[in-house]
DNA sequence: GGCGATACTCACCTAAAGGGAAGTATCACA
DNA sequence: TGTGATACTTCCCTTTAGGTGAGTATCGCC
């Protein structure tokens, strides 16, 4: 069976590596924020309510690790930080697109109401 | 922010619950297998040779709990025991396909070489 | 001189996912 | 009597993900 390494890291099969750069509870959710309009930590914050000052700061430097956003510091006080997705980011909208409509639809299957905003 | 719960479990996004679907490290695999045909116990542990006996007997017990998959058990010996894809296991096939494309896209990115079968 | 605003970091902890190795049941066959 | 084949289960352990709460830096303003 085909394997390989990247990073130090042992990988066994493609759908491995594509859950690396948004897999995780956070990273869809945040990728799918960014891909309006760029946003301030704190924006991301409120939008996200339920994440944690730790999850959303470290999930915020994974995905700029990746390549996937960018971050922009203002050196002003108070402090300003702004995030942008980048090409790379936006060629996972289509797939976390995808995977959005699935769960839409299992839950729909499972009876779940949920207001589609 | 609109959440729900199920099955005793709190959701925020119908992305967390799909990947309650098809999340994790070995259900995509199993699931990718089983499109094609039925498959015995030790045909899928052949196939996917790094899953141990533990993961892969827990992971067909909740692909089927969740109907993505049936068991049928024969009560010969030495037992014999076929795993068989549902219409709503079928239905996680696209979502896979997009996520495994995706994977080789990012693989192709980073440079990593891997013999697509 | 202390408060609020923003965007964090750090240390510690818990829970869930996953791995390893051994054990179980049944019957045929040598 | 004991070995092999299949499909598991059980126990115990490690690793990883994620959560909690406190602390930090800067400056303007009251």
Redesign the pocket.
Known sequence: MPEFFFDHKLYYTPIEFALEHIG???KMPILWRLQQKTL???ELKKDIP??????L??Q??ELEEKGMITRE?FAV?????EYTITDKGRKAIPVIETIMKYGYEMMKEAGIEYPKR
Request: no cysteine; proline share 9%; hydrophobic share 35%.
């Open positions: 995780g509870t956070w301030r930590y704190g339920h994440i944690t000052h730790k999850m700061a470290s915020l430097r510091a006080v108070p402090p300003r930080v």
